[in-house]
């Protein structure tokens, strides 16, 4: 392994990795047992164990460690759009999260069953990133392409636009990081990079020239300072909140998503869909389930 020391935060790119994943995405059926293709986004409940991840038209969830996996049903009027984020609530056992282009936002009980639209103060149903804040079970965030970042503090009920936002945003994600002058931290995977921003909205700047698309983000929940970075050359680690990044093991199938558990179990995703699990701190991969 070689060590990258970067002024704040550091990256690379994948927009080859990126492209195959949205082309993956479309309004096809396919069987739960065998997901589609083409992971965009992946999520863990620690209340239940439970493992969800987000496949083209499809989400779906596991509470086998990736064994297997059941379909999160959806409104049929909504059954063919396309899902590109999963979350979940910080309050053990609360509510999970779908959202999407044409979606909007679905929130349903933390099985998976009983989805159901909110929202509807958002301009527009296209939602192309969603995060749940890591303390606060009733304060979301919503990423809306052509207008900005919306937040909604009473678990979607009512929204209000903050910001803008970096371009491009493909994932955004909530932690305590201390250091922040409201309650913690947003991060964002873009078409050109990554960028943060403290919670107040106060300022957004990249975390790092990466030349490039980030394809995902992950914190261990507990531990906001390990911070994990999937791009076109590769995986890395940060162990003192981004300020040095580490080049770790990646699958050899690549890495299109990551989520980690409180016991700093990483998850990774390919875009072929499958699952792979690391216990190590990403030295060492084994597929998920096996």
Request: glycine share 12%; charged share 15%; net charge negative.
């Amino acid at each position: 392994m070689s060590t990258i020391s970067i002024p704040f935060f550091a990256y690379l790119r994948r927009p080859a990795l990126w492209l195959a994943v949205l082309a993956q995405l479309g309004g096809v059926t396919f069987a739960a047992e065998a997901p589609p293709p083409g992971v965009v986004a992946l999520a863990y409940d620690a209340g239940s164990g439970t493992i969800l991840k987000a496949q083209g038209t499809g989400a779906y969830r596991s509470a086998d460690e990736g064994a297997s996996w059941q379909p999160i049903e959806l409104p049929p009027t909504l059954a063919k759009a396309s899902i590109t984020a999963v979350a979940t609530s910080a309050h053990a056992g609360g509510p999970i999260y779908v959202a999407g282009p044409g979606l909007g936002i679905l929130r349903g009980n933390n099985d998976g069953s009983n989805l159901k639209a909110i929202g509807d103060t958002l301009p527009d149903r296209d939602v192309m990133s969603l995060a749940t804040h890591t303390t606060q079970p009733d304060t979301l965030y919503a990423y809306l392409p052509e207008h900005g970042i919306y937040r909604s503090q009473d678990a979607g009920q009512t929204w209000k636009l903050m910001d803008r936002g970096p371009n491009g945003i493909r994932q955004l994600i909530h932690t305590d990081l201390a250091g922040s002058m409201e309650s913690g931290w947003l991060y964002a995977a873009t078409a050109k990079g990554a960028s943060v921003s403290m919670d107040c909205f106060c300022l957004w700047r990249n975390v790092g020239d990466f030349g490039g698309a980030v394809t995902s983000i992950a914190y261990q929940p507990g531990q906001p300072e390990t911070l994990y970075v999937a791009a076109e050359g590769g995986l890395f680690r940060s162990d003192d909140g981004g300020r040095a990044w580490e080049h770790v093991a990646a699958p050899d199938s690549g890495v299109a998503a990551l989520t980690v558990t409180p016991s700093g179990t990483v998850y990774a995703a390919a875009a072929d869909g499958e699952l792979f699990r690391s216990d190590d701190r990403a030295l060492t991969w084994k597929q998920a389930g096996a």
